[in-house]
C-alpha cells in the first residue's frame, strides 16, 4: 500500500500562489501515477491534474491549464507537486492527493475511482 500526505495548503489572496506537495511512504517500490484532485463546499470532488510515473506525461483539468502545473521530484518520485498560481476565489477547496499503481509511462487517470490510494487532503482558501 501506498501512503500519502499533503502539505502546503493554506489561506492566500487572489492572484497569488502557493505550492502543494504530496510525499508518498509505504510500498513504493512499484511505479505508480499520482493525481490532485479537489473538493469545494457542497460541491462533488473533481479532477485537477495527474502526473505518470516517469513524469514525462501529464494532464491539466481546462479550468486550471495555464495556472496550474503538475511535477514530480526527479530525483524522489516518491514526492510530488501542484504548483498553483493566479488563484483564484473559486480555487477554494480542499485538495487531495491520490495514488495507483502503473506503468513507468503509464498516463494517470482523470477518474477518481481508478485511484487506490488517497491522501486526507490538505485545505487550500483565497480570499478575494
Known amino acids: 500500500q501506498v501512503q500519502l500526505v499533503e502539505s502546503g495548503g493554506g489561506l492566500v489572496q487572489a492572484g497569488g500562489s502557493l505550492r502543494l506537495s504530496c510525499a508518498a511512504s509505504?510500498?513504493?517500490?512499484?511505479?505508480?501515477?499520482m493525481g490532485w484532485f479537489r473538493q469545494a463546499p457542497g460541491k462533488e470532488r473533481e479532477f485537477v491534474a495527474t502526473?505518470?510515473?516517469?513524469?514525462?506525461?501529464?494532464?491539466i483539468e481546462d479550468s486550471v491549464k495555464g495556472r496550474f502545473t503538475i511535477s514530480r521530484d526527479n530525483a524522489d518520485r516518491n514526492t510530488g507537486y501542484l504548483q498553483m498560481n493566479s488563484l483564484k476565489p473559486e480555487d477554494t477547496a480542499r485538495y487531495y492527493c491520490?495514488?495507483?499503481?502503473?506503468?513507468?509511462?503509464?498516463?494517470?487517470?482523470?477518474?477518481?475511482?481508478?485511484?487506490?490510494?488517497w491522501g486526507p487532503g490538505t485545505q487550500v482558501t483565497v480570499s478575494s
Open positions: 502526473i505518470s510515473w516517469s513524469g514525462t506525461s501529464t494532464t
Open positions: 509505504g510500498r513504493t517500490f512499484n511505479s505508480y501515477y
Open positions: 491520490a495514488a495507483q499503481y502503473g506503468s513507468m509511462y503509464e498516463q494517470g487517470s482523470t477518474q477518481q475511482s481508478d485511484y487506490g490510494y
